[in-house]
C-alpha cells in the first residue's frame, strides 16, 4: 500500500513537471529574464519588422567592410568615456550659468567678451568668421567686467589630434584665465571631436560648466536649454549675406536644386565605416549628390576596397 502511494506520488509529479515543461514556457522565459537583469545583462531581441518584407536593401552584408584589427570600440565602452567627457553633464542653465552678470544693465545687459588672441595661435578661416561675427554685433563688449558670457580665442572648432588645426595644450592654458571660473558663462564652438579610427565626443580639455556649441552632438550629451546644436559647415561657408536659397514658403513641392547633398570622408575601418558605405547607394548624380574620399589616414590605402579609385576622381572632380 505505501509502495502504491509512492509510485503514485511520482507519476503525479512527473506529470505535473511535463506540463511544465511544454505549456509553461512564458513563466521559463520571465524566469530568464529575471536572472539576465540580476547578472546585468538585459536580453535584447531582433526587432521583428511586420513590414520587413517591404524594406530595400541599399548593401548587403558582404559590401560592409568590418574592422580587421578589432580597433572599433564596443557600444559600451563609448558610453563608459562619456562621464569624463562631460564632467559637467548635468548643467542647466539654471545651476551652470550666473544670470546676475546679465543684470547688470537692464534689458542692454547681455555683453559678449571674446579673448584675445595670444601671439603664435593658429585660428582656422572658421573660426575667425565665429569671432568676426561676434564682434561685428551690437552685443560686442571689449571690457570683460561689462561681459555676460566669454567667447574663447583658442580655435577649438577642430579637436582631432591628427589634424593640422589642432591645438594642444587647451585645458592647460584655459586653467590659467582668471575669469575662467571652471567655464561658467563660457560657449565653446567645436565642429569636429576625436580621433580615427573611433572618432568619440573626446575635446581633449575639460569643459566644465561651460555650454557646447558643437556639431553633431550625441542625444545622450546633449543638455536641454544650455546647449546649441549648430550644423556642420565647412571654411568656404559666407560669414554673412548670402543669395536666397531655393527653399520657399508654402512651396509644394519646394523648389530647390538639391535635396540632399555630402561631401566629405569615407571611413574604411572603425566608427561611421558601415554607415557611409551603404549611404553611397542614394547617390543619383542629380538631385542627391554624396561625394566622398578615401584618402585620408596615414595607411588608407591598406584598406581601400574596389570603389575607392572611382569615389576619389568624383571627390575631386
Same mark, same amino acid.
Given at each position: 500500500?505505501?509502495?502504491?502511494?509512492?509510485?503514485?506520488?511520482?507519476?503525479?509529479?512527473?506529470?505535473?513537471?511535463?506540463?511544465?515543461?511544454?505549456?509553461?514556457? =512564458?513563466? @521559463?522565459?520571465?524566469?530568464?529574464r529575471l536572472l539576465t537583469r540580476q547578472r546585468g545583462e538585459a536580453a535584447r531581441p531582433w526587432p521583428n519588422w511586420t513590414d520587413g518584407a517591404f524594406l530595400p536593401r541599399y548593401a548587403h552584408p558582404g559590401e560592409l @567592410?568590418?574592422?580587421?584589427?578589432?580597433?572599433?570600440? &564596443?557600444?559600451?565602452?563609448?558610453?563608459? &568615456?562619456? #562621464?569624463?567627457? *562631460?564632467?559637467? +553633464?548635468?548643467?542647466?542653465? $539654471?545651476?551652470?550659468?550666473?544670470?546676475?552678470?546679465?543684470?547688470?544693465?537692464?534689458? !542692454?545687459?547681455?555683453?559678449?567678451?571674446? *579673448?584675445?588672441a595670444e601671439k603664435n595661435d593658429r585660428v582656422s578661416e572658421s573660426y575667425r568668421k565665429i569671432l568676426a561675427s561676434v564682434a561685428e554685433s551690437r552685443y560686442y563688449t571689449a571690457d570683460p567686467r561689462e561681459a555676460c558670457?566669454?567667447?574663447? +580665442?583658442? %580655435?577649438?572648432?577642430?579637436?582631432? @589630434?591628427?589634424?593640422?588645426?589642432?591645438? #594642444?595644450?587647451?585645458?592647460?592654458?584655459?586653467?590659467?584665465?582668471?575669469?575662467?571660473?571652471?567655464?561658467?558663462? /563660457?560657449?565653446?564652438?567645436?565642429? *569636429?571631436?576625436?580621433?580615427?579610427?573611433?572618432?568619440? !565626443?573626446?575635446? =581633449?580639455?575639460?569643459?566644465?560648466?561651460?555650454?557646447?556649441?558643437?556639431? &553633431?552632438?550625441?542625444?545622450?550629451?546633449?543638455?536641454?536649454?544650455? %546647449?546649441? &546644436?549648430?550644423?556642420?559647415?565647412?571654411?568656404? /561657408?559666407?560669414?554673412?549675406?548670402? $543669395?536666397?536659397?531655393?527653399?520657399?514658403?508654402?512651396?509644394?513641392? #519646394?523648389?530647390?536644386?538639391?535635396?540632399?547633398?555630402?561631401?566629405?570622408?569615407?571611413?574604411?575601418?572603425?566608427?561611421?565605416?558601415?554607415?557611409?558605405?551603404?549611404?553611397?547607394?542614394? /547617390?543619383?548624380?542629380?538631385?542627391?549628390?554624396?561625394?566622398?574620399?578615401?584618402?585620408?589616414?596615414?595607411?588608407?590605402?591598406?584598406?581601400?576596397?574596389?570603389?575607392? %579609385?572611382?569615389?576619389?576622381? !568624383? *571627390? !575631386?572632380?
Amino acid at each position: 500500500m505505501q509502495a502504491r502511494k509512492k509510485y503514485g506520488l511520482l507519476g503525479l509529479f512527473a506529470f505535473c513537471w511535463l506540463l511544465f515543461f511544454y505549456w509553461g514556457g =512564458g513563466v @521559463q522565459r520571465r524566469l530568464l529574464r529575471l536572472l539576465t537583469r540580476q547578472r546585468g545583462e538585459a536580453a535584447r531581441p531582433w526587432p521583428n519588422w511586420t513590414d520587413g518584407a517591404f524594406l530595400p536593401r541599399y548593401a548587403h552584408p558582404g559590401e560592409l @567592410q568590418a574592422d580587421p584589427g578589432g580597433a572599433a570600440e &564596443s557600444p559600451r565602452r563609448r558610453r563608459q &568615456s562619456w #562621464p569624463a567627457v *562631460y564632467k559637467g +553633464g548635468r548643467c542647466r542653465a $539654471e545651476t551652470c550659468f550666473d544670470f546676475s552678470r546679465c543684470r547688470r544693465r537692464g534689458r !542692454e545687459g547681455f555683453r559678449v567678451y571674446v *579673448y584675445p588672441a595670444e601671439k603664435n595661435d593658429r585660428v582656422s578661416e572658421s573660426y575667425r568668421k565665429i569671432l568676426a561675427s561676434v564682434a561685428e554685433s551690437r552685443y560686442y563688449t571689449a571690457d570683460p567686467r561689462e561681459a555676460c558670457l566669454f567667447v574663447l +580665442g583658442i %580655435d577649438t572648432l577642430d579637436r582631432d @589630434q591628427l589634424s593640422g588645426q589642432f591645438v #594642444p595644450n587647451v585645458d592647460e592654458r584655459i586653467r590659467g584665465y582668471p575669469l575662467w571660473n571652471d567655464g561658467r558663462n /563660457h560657449l565653446i564652438f567645436n565642429l *569636429y571631436s576625436g580621433t580615427w579610427p573611433n572618432y568619440t !565626443e573626446e575635446l =581633449g580639455f575639460d569643459i566644465g560648466q561651460a555650454m557646447l556649441a558643437k556639431a &553633431s552632438l550625441n542625444a545622450e550629451h546633449f543638455r536641454p536649454g544650455f %546647449d546649441v &546644436s549648430i550644423p556642420l559647415f565647412s571654411k568656404d /561657408h559666407p560669414q554673412k549675406g548670402g $543669395e536666397r536659397g531655393w527653399l520657399l514658403r508654402n512651396a509644394t513641392p #519646394p523648389r530647390r536644386k538639391y535635396l540632399l547633398m555630402f561631401k566629405g570622408k569615407r571611413y574604411l575601418t572603425g566608427i561611421g565605416s558601415d554607415t557611409r558605405n551603404a549611404l553611397h547607394h542614394i /547617390h543619383n548624380g542629380k538631385d542627391i549628390v554624396s561625394l566622398t574620399t578615401c584618402r585620408h589616414g596615414k595607411d588608407w590605402e591598406k584598406h581601400k576596397d574596389a570603389r575607392c %579609385d572611382h569615389d576619389n576622381l !568624383e *571627390y !575631386e572632380r
